[in-house]
Structures are given as structure tokens and as C-alpha cells.
Nanobody, 121 residues
Framework: QVQLVESGGGLVQAGGSLRLSCAAS????????MGWYRQAPGKQRELVAL????????NYADSVKGRFTISRDNAKNTVYLQMNSLKPEDTSVYYC??????????????WGQGTQVTVSS
């Protein structure tokens, strides 16, 4: 059993900052990738940022480049998303996703429950 628990969402004014955290726990052999996605009402879920746990390579959506920073703490199986210069269009439910090896060489996707981020203008 694997669980992803997110925290750090909330309400912030435009131009402000928030830091999201996501901790993975359970029967984990290894984690290859962790990332953040978001979904606004009436829209599809979209990638925000990804990070590989091995070498820490990152990938960002164009809309957040230069404002958001993803990082990880492998010892804690935790990924963070530092969000600066927030805009009203960043308002969404943010979901953590991890690609986790439960059985040898068998990887599966796991999702967190989501955390609401609301940016007021």
C-alpha cells in the first residue's frame, strides 16, 4: 500500500508565494519520478513540473517557468513545489504524482488527493 500526502495549499494574493509538499509512504522499493499536476474547473489536468529522483533533472510547463521550482528530498520520499509570483490563472487543485517501484522492476503511478491553491487578484 502506497500513500501520497500533499500539504501547503491555500489562499494567496497575486504576486505571493506558496510551497507545496508531497510525501510518499508505504511499501516503496524506489521512486523514479515525482511531479505536480493541476486541474482547474472545466479543464483537463495538466503537467506543472517533474523531477527525476536519481539525478534531479526537471521539466516545467511553459506557463510556470521562472516562477515555480520543483525539488526533492530522496531520504524523505518527498517532493516540493515552490511557487512564486503567483497569478490568478494558477488557481487550481494541485495533485502530486509519483512513479513508484513496488515489486522488482514493476512501476506504477500513484496520485495524491489534491490540494487547493487559490490566487486572488
Amino acid at each position: 500500500q502506497v500513500q501520497l500526502v500533499e500539504s501547503g495549499g491555500g489562499l494567496v494574493q497575486a504576486g505571493g508565494s506558496l510551497r507545496l509538499s508531497c510525501a510518499a509512504s508505504g511499501s516503496i522499493r524506489s521512486i523514479s519520478t515525482m511531479g505536480w499536476y493541476r486541474q482547474a474547473p472545466g479543464k483537463q489536468r495538466e503537467l506543472v513540473a517533474l523531477i527525476t529522483t536519481s539525478i534531479g533533472s526537471t521539466n516545467y510547463a511553459d506557463s510556470v517557468k521562472g516562477r515555480f521550482t520543483i525539488s526533492r528530498d530522496n531520504a524523505k520520499n518527498t517532493v516540493y513545489l515552490q511557487m512564486n509570483s503567483l497569478k490568478p490563472e494558477d488557481t487550481s487543485v494541485y495533485y502530486c504524482k509519483a512513479v513508484i517501484e513496488i515489486l522488482e522492476r514493476a512501476y506504477s503511478d500513484y496520485w495524491g488527493q489534491g490540494t487547493q491553491v487559490t490566487v486572488s487578484s
